[in-house]
């Protein structure tokens, strides 16, 4: 059953990219760059980390989102939105230092606490961007990842905290985006309406 729930992950996952990357195409989805360059950097720092440690659960579902990653951010380039505004250079230089506080402390909670830290920051310009302008992303996309971080999350078969706290992490980012995207599209839509 473990198995079946990561395949099903890893499946929703390349989808909820496939889905991504046809939104983007078409103009709906327009990615904040700062953002996706950073969880670009993340990605492959996970999957080396995954691969070093021998983890071959895990791997797959993050393989797949390193590829997918690497192409939302390229098209990013031309259709996104953002990437050189003072709020995203203030994040880069905390994400930059996050790291290298992960990198080089002995502690693993502080390790991962960092990262973590990292993380999060880098998704603050899209919060933003999603705020200002709901319209410019896909909640179908974050919906879809949501999905495959929960699947993933059931398919552990050996429940620790580092094991658990990064799908857990990006189910609750995922899902915050959506949110917000919901929240501020019926807002405007009031606020239209007046």
Not at 75 to 102: E, H, P, R, Y
Not at 158 to 183: D, E, P, R
Request: glycine share 4%; with cysteine.
């Amino acid at each position: 059953m473990k198995n079946i729930l990561l395949v099903l992950s890893t499946v929703i996952m390349l989808w909820s990219y496939i889905l991504g990357i046809y939104s983007i195409i078409r103009g709906n989805f327009r990615p904040q760059r700062m953002t996706r360059f950073l969880i670009l950097v993340f990605s492959a720092i996970y999957v080396i980390s995954l691969f070093v440690q021998g983890d071959r659960n895990a791997i797959w579902l993050a393989l797949v989102s390193l590829i997918s990653t690497l192409v939302i951010f390229l098209l990013s380039i031309k259709k996104g939105m953002g990437g050189f505004a003072k709020l995203d250079i203030i994040v880069l230089v905390i994400v930059v230092f996050s790291i290298i506080v992960w990198k080089i402390t002995n502690n693993p909670v502080l390790g991962l606490t960092m990262s973590l830290v990292a993380d999060l920051t880098s998704y603050i310009p899209t919060f933003v961007k999603v705020w200002k302008f709901p319209e410019t992303e896909e909640w179908k996309f974050y919906a879809s990842v949501v999905l495959a971080n929960f699947l993933n999350l059931l398919s552990i078969s050996n429940y620790t905290f580092s094991k658990i706290i990064l799908q857990s992490y990006l189910l609750g980012v995922n899902a915050t985006i959506i949110l917000i995207i919901v929240f501020r599209e019926r807002i405007l839509k009031k606020n239209i309406c007046k």
